[in-house]
């Protein structure tokens, strides 16, 4: 097919005047390569693409990601494997931190990591070495969890503009220990000029500032996380190590998630995307060798090899419970939003879900390893497009970490749905029988009901592609789409039918507030369900008949709401009393309600409010003989036909990784464990048994009376 060369005209940084700000000039080699691209439309996406930059996914199998890592980390250190020994330079507490305020009893080290440059001086006046820096903090008690946190290109982790400082102290409230690190010249004991300056001399082969000992510039931003990471495994012990960053921060956590398999949950924030979509990038992300950045690029076998940022998305999922969930900003006033896109806005969410269906799949061939995009609609109010949002922080990445999320859905009597590794809805016909699917393309976690709709066997909620809350449903021969329900949502929406002829749906808009959607013979007009409710991550949605809906959600407190209505307004809003980890789950009788959280202890919390009473809690790991044991993620409840109600949550006792089934019976509660291996998000519970999606592979398992069956299938939200 022949390709019509254009050229593109758009903004570049040669513009901006940084010289003078911090004592230097802008170098004339930096506006050089700030120029304009001749650049190829291809594709139905309105993609633009860099005829220098096509962004192939190249590596096809398990010995080439292999052998392509070895490659990279050979070009970084100068070495054939991550050094994972060489630890701090210096490891005191800090004269003072940003970070404020700090949850009780959290002590922080400040770690110092020296890297001397080949003789110049990084930052006029200054000495020859750039100074990595890392805060490490620690919750009250310890944590044998570890999350690396990078804020880009900011000196200090602060509440404004980016809320820095929030995603500090949510992980720290969580349990998690934070590995703050921080990019290169941008460390509050220095902090240089970043663009344009001295940041960017770095890679400069005309100065003396690259790494003393001929390792690639990278190493300033990759060792003061690899070796401070190092001291903190040898002095703490962490069994868990994760990684996330903003902006350059993303750039950062993409990196080094590729390199090194100690990584394994990586979130990246508006950090990158394929070269053919990028307008422009700092000198870092960008396959100059004119200018010092060679890292992208190799010779082998006689053949010039190029590594994408695809390549270096599938070095960071790959591996038996590995991770990688890319989220960008949509409405982004800095980067990697549709607003910079490489071609027309209106196509931005075709082609980044384009790439990210090419890596699931090949995930889904290489046999390990997952990796997702998230979309990110939020905008907080007061702080910039261009941060770690509430939604991000919330319901992305503590949801991740946790596995406080399910990948699947289903009815009480009905074998589950989910988002399949092509992208689409997909539904499994139990176990043996495989999956079907739907040909409905989606993102996230759907809800289910059945009956609902004369001719419906099942309806479905969905978010589509471009987050746009979707119905679709089965008439017993085929699916059909219906049209669009909304504007676009950040939560998987919830749905429930009390009866024939209705259907009630609820999700958060991008203002945090709930939005109700009602089916009553036919679809009403949307309507706010309450000006002062605001909530995050997973919702919950129960009805005790006719006239009577039931609403749960987590504030943004972490405290557990309750909303009653007839279904319509007016809407009551309830704080129930409990902050709680995770998401809830609720049930309900004629009389009475119930809702399991998991509390900040680890254990498993049971509210009850009987005839419209006061909210009553009771501890369910206690009262059933299993308080030694951790409650983990979201639990999921059931209520069976003999009027008992089942809990299912994973759980953490003596070994990692196990499903749990809390029983109440005779009026009193019991406690099984149900064993497993290592599991995807959290388990749901229905009639029909307890179904999870397993980390290693993505199948989906169903545990009955008779033990764990397996159901197949590779899904993922």
Request: with cysteine.
């Amino acid at each position: 097919m022949a390709v019509n060369a254009v050229v593109v005209s758009r903004p570049t940084l040669k513009n901006m005047d940084y010289s003078g700000a911090n004592g230097w000039v802008q170098p004339q080699y930096y506006n050089q390569i700030i120029i304009d691209f001749t650049l190829a439309r291809r594709g139905a996406f309105g993609v633009y693409m860099d005829l220098f930059h096509p962004d192939q996914l190249s590596i096809s199998n398990a010995h080439e990601l292999k052998t392509r890592r070895a490659e990279l980390v050979k070009k970084v250190w100068n070495r054939k494997t991550v050094d994972t020994v060489q630890g701090v330079d210096e490891d005191a507490p800090p004269a003072a931190i940003d970070v404020q305020p700090l949850p009780p009893g959290v002590t922080v080290r400040r770690y110092k990591i020296n890297m001397p440059t080949s003789g110049g001086a990084p930052i006029p006046g200054g000495p020859s070495l750039v100074q990595g820096l890392a805060d490490h903090f620690i919750p009250s008690g310890g944590s044998q969890k570890l999350v690396i946190l990078n804020p880009g290109h900011t000196c200090h982790y602060k509440s404004l503009p980016y809320q820095d400082s929030e995603a500090i102290i949510e992980l720290l409230k969580a349990g998690y220990s934070v590995l703050a690190t921080y990019m290169p010249l941008a460390t509050p004991l220095q902090c240089g000029g970043l663009y344009g300056g001295p940041h960017n001399d770095l890679f400069d082969p005309t100065k003396n500032l690259r790494p003393a000992n001929g390792a690639h510039p990278f190493i300033y931003f990759l060792d003061p996380v690899r070796r401070s990471l190092n001291y903190a495994l040898s002095r703490y012990g962490y069994s868990q190590v994760h990684m996330a960053g903003l902006s350059g921060g993303g750039w950062t956590t993409t990196l080094y998630a590729a390199l090194d398999t100690r990584i394994k949950t990586s979130i990246p924030i508006a950090g990158t995307e394929p070269f053919y979509m990028r307008i422009e990038s700092d000198v870092e992300q960008e396959d100059k060798p004119e200018i010092g950045n060679d890292f992208f690029r190799f010779s082998s076998g006689g053949a010039q090899v190029v590594t994408g940022y695809k390549d270096l998305y599938l070095l960071g999922s790959y591996g038996e419970g590995r991770r990688q969930v890319q989220v960008l900003n949509r409405n982004d006033d800095c980067c990697f939003g549709q607003n910079q896109y490489n071609g027309s806005p209106a196509q931005w969410d075709k082609a980044v879900r384009a790439y990210e269906i090419e890596l699931r799949q090949r995930l889904q061939t290489l046999g390990a390893g997952s990796f997702r995009v998230e979309i990110n609609e939020a905008d907080d109010s007061g702080f910039d497009t261009h941060s770690f949002s509430k939604n991000a922080r919330v319901a992305v990445l503590l949801t991740e970490l946790d596995g406080a999320a399910s990948p699947l859905a289903a009815t009480n009597d009905s074998f589950p749905f989910g988002r399949g590794m092509n992208g689409n809805l997909w539904r499994s016909n139990g176990p043996g029988a495989g999956w079907t699917d739907t040909g409905l393309a989606m993102v996230g976690t759907p809800s289910v009901v059945s009956g609902a709709i004369r001719g419906h066997t099942f309806d479905v909620f969905y978010r589509d592609p471009s987050n746009r809350l979707t119905q679709a449903f089965f008439d017993g021969a085929s699916w059909t789409r219906t049209n669009n329900l909304s504007s676009r949502i950040i939560s998987d929406p919830v749905a429930v039918s009390w009866g024939e002829g209705r259907i009630d749906v609820v999700a958060l808009g991008p203002d945090y507030r709930l939005y109700h959607w009602k089916y009553d013979s036919a679809w009403q007009p949307v309507e706010l369900v309450h000006d002062s409710a605001h909530g995050v991550g997973s919702l919950s949605i129960t009805s005790r008949g006719p006239n009577r809906l039931d609403i749960f959600f987590r504030g943004h407190d972490a405290s557990l709401y309750h909303i009653q209505s007839n279904g319509g307004p007016p809407f009551s809003l309830i704080n129930t009393g409990r902050v709680i980890k995770g998401f809830p789950s609720a049930l309900a009788a004629s009389d009475a309600l119930w809702v399991y959280a998991t509390g900040l202890g680890d254990q498993l919390l049971q509210g009850e409010q009987v005839n419209g009473g006061d909210w009553t809690w009771s501890d369910v790991s206690s009262l059933s003989g299993s308080a030694r044991i951790k409650a983990l993620g979201s639990p999921s409840a059931f209520r069976s036909s003999s009027n008992g109600n089942t809990v299912c949550a994973r759980i953490l006792g003596n070994r990692p990784d196990r499903v749990g089934r809390y029983v109440f019976s005779g009026r009193k509660w019991g406690f099984d464990d149900q064993g497993g291996a290592a599991r995807l998000g959290s388990p749901i519970a229905t009639n029909l048994g307890v179904f999870i999606v397993d980390a290693k592979n993505q199948s989906g398992w169903q545990l009955i009376s008779g033990g764990w069956r397996s159901l197949g299938g590779s899904i993922d939200r």
